[in-house]
């Protein structure tokens, strides 16, 4: 998926299997607190981790956990790979997801490509966080 975008950097949280990218030539971008917007936004692609996806919305929920990493590298950069454990990480329902989860950690909840529309209702993409957003579903 990376090569198939032309990626050239990816930026990996410090937790992350990998093995996940043992097969890419991308620049591996480390996961730090000096990373300023300007420097995310310059990555290519993020491969992160989640702690939990909901089947019945197609949401996944990132938690912060190592294999995530802070919530600001899966909302900056444009391109947002999501690896799901199956059967593991998925439930059928949201309330099932609440059981799963630590209310004092932060959460991102996604259910696809952040896009909104402006006064004139043209679509734009990007404005809340990465303009594609693929997920793989790993047995």
Known sequence: M?????????????????????????ERVADTAGSTPYELDRVDSVVTACAVAVAETGTIVLDC???????????????????????????????????RLDPARPLTWISGPSATSDIELDRVEGVHGPRTLEVILVG
């Open 2 to 26: 990376l090569a198939a975008r032309g990626a050239r950097t990816v930026l990996v949280p410090p937790g992350l299997d990998p093995g996940w990218l043992a097969t890419t030539d991308a």
């Open 65 to 99: 956990s190592p294999d995530q990493g802070r919530r600001r590298i899966t909302l900056v950069p444009d391109h947002h790979i999501c690896v799901v454990r199956v059967p593991d990480q998925v439930v059928s329902s949201v309330p099932q997801v609440m059981e």
